[in-house]
């Protein structure tokens, strides 16, 4: 039990954005917005939590957010 424990307090960071990979994937499979809503949420806890500090930001936004525009996307 001790190791279990010392593996998960070691590994913390890992584990929990491996568990919100594995959440968007569930999200992007379902037809529901109700999980999108959820997990968004989720997200920006996250992001209260630890900022991103890069010069412009970056906020994360699910696909479902995104707007849509009628222009091609660059390929580089």
């Known amino acids: 039990m001790e190791a279990i424990w010392q ?3 070691g590994h913390l960071a890992e584990l929990i954005f491996g568990l919100l990979a594995f959440a968007e994937i569930i ?3 379902t037809p ?3 999980d999108d809503s959820i997990l968004n949420f989720i997200i920006t806890i996250i992001d209260a939590l630890f900022p991103n ?6 906020k994360f936004k699910l696909t479902s957010q995104v707007k849509e525009t009628n222009q091609p996307k660059d390929m580089f």
């Open 32 to 34: 529901t917005k109700k």
């Open 7 to 9: 593996f998960i307090t």
């Open 27 to 29: 999200v992007r499979l």
């Open 53 to 58: 500090r890069k010069k412009n930001g970056g």
